[in-house]
């Protein structure tokens, strides 16, 4: 049985949806002591996947109601753990998954022993086989790469996802932050990352990203569009964040970019089609694709579907008009969750680690624990 707290917060993490996987050098462990006190990581145990206030988490903490409102500000602060706060109410704190969520909430934190923790860690933490199953992020079509005559739907364009919210912040993109910060980054711009709503408001409150207007959230999918990144959504029909995503920074596209067949392995509903009648071999899709799907041979373009994310970035720079992208099957269709909860319960499911019955405990705890706590 685990006693040291930085073992028991690790096995904590790992039984939430998003995981937290053991290794045999204990590099999990590593990270966590450098975010989490002794005192923060023993509170972040009395937190689960619903919101509650102070008052119920400090009696499952056996502290008092003011002592668990300091500390568990000072966690949100630090983006240690995710916090609701309704007007007139006081705040719900809940735990986050690791990533996407903790990792993602130190991009003003990092330092390049904690990167070089992370780095060692990823090929651990990201498990093929069940990102295929459940992904957290989904690749949508970089705006001018959709056809007029194209069967599109609203979430699987970056400005109407962006259409349905009024409130908006800006982030820098932690990936290309880390490898930055050891000397390995590129000349890609930082701030891309848009989250939306919620999570906006999150990002605005504790300091990790700045807010912007609508059109200034549309000026910065521009902008990523220019510079040819991959739009990543979190993988819900309703999604609260695009990430603006390089093959040579990005945490996820580096991890299954290592494979052979990337294509199986992301959630995207298109993948690019070319006219070798028309392709006069000039290389330009090539040096934009991020999951090299593209090479040149006899002069011609050659497309590997198996490598091939859907993003659009090749379409909107071919000067021939060579490039397109055309939707997948129905058969191959990816099924988009309608939001985070929805994404986080399927991801649970997916890893084993969340049933109804498991869901149904949890809920009938918070329940009793709030009666019990004096509601």
Not at 152 to 178: G, H, M, N, S
Not at 222 to 236: D, H, R
Not at 257 to 282: E, H, N
Request: hydrophobic letters at 40%; a neutral charge.
């Amino acid at each position: 049985m685990a006693t040291d707290v930085y073992e028991r917060l690790a096995q904590h993490l790992d039984n939430l949806p998003g995981g937290f996987p053991s290794t045999e050098s204990g590099v999990e462990q590593r990270i966590l002591r450098r975010l989490f006190t002794p005192e923060e990581a023993e509170l972040a145990l009395s937190l689960t996947l619903i919101g509650e206030e102070p008052r119920v988490i400090a009696r499952r903490a056996r502290i008092t109601p003011e002592e668990a409102a300091q500390r568990l500000e000072a966690m949100e602060k630090k983006g240690l753990i995710y916090a609701v706060h309704a007007p007139g109410r006081p705040p719900q704190y809940s735990a986050s998954h690791f990533a996407v969520g903790i990792w993602e909430w130190q991009v003003n934190r990092l330092s390049p022993e904690l990167v070089r923790d992370f780095e060692e860690y990823l090929p651990t933490l990201l498990d093929p086989v069940v990102w295929k199953k459940a992904p957290q992020l989904r690749t949508i079509p970089i705006g001018k790469a959709v056809d007029a005559r194209m069967e599109v739907l609203p979430y699987e364009r970056a400005e109407q996802l962006v259409q349905a919210y009024d409130e908006f912040a800006v982030a820098p993109c932690i990936c290309r932050r880390e490898m930055h910060l050891i000397g390995e980054g590129c000349d890609n711009p930082l701030e891309t990352c848009l989250s939306f709503g919620a999570a906006a408001e999150s990002y605005q409150r504790n300091g990790l990203g700045r807010a912007i207007s609508r059109d200034e959230a549309l000026e910065t999918l521009k902008l990523a569009e220019t510079a040819g990144l991959v739009l990543s959504p979190g993988n819900a029909k309703d999604a609260l964040f695009i990430c603006a995503c390089c093959g040579c920074c990005c945490a996820v596209l580096r991890s299954v970019k290592r494979y052979a067949k990337p294509a199986g392995l992301i959630s995207s509903a298109f993948r690019a089609q070319v006219d070798l009648d028309t392709c006069r071999g000039c290389g330009t899709c090539v040096d934009r694709c991020h999951m090299e799907a593209l090479t040149l041979s006899d002069g011609k373009v050659a497309l590997d579907l198996d490598r091939c994310i859907g993003c659009g970035v090749c379409v909107t720079t071919c000067p021939t008009g060579s490039l397109s992208l055309r939707r997948k099957p129905e058969s191959e269709q990816p099924l988009v969750p309608k939001d985070i909860v929805d994404t986080s319960i399927k991801l649970g499911q997916a890893r084993g680690k969340l049933t109804t019955p498991g869901l149904v405990r949890m809920m009938v705890k918070s329940k009793v624990d709030r009666l019990l706590a004096g509601r």
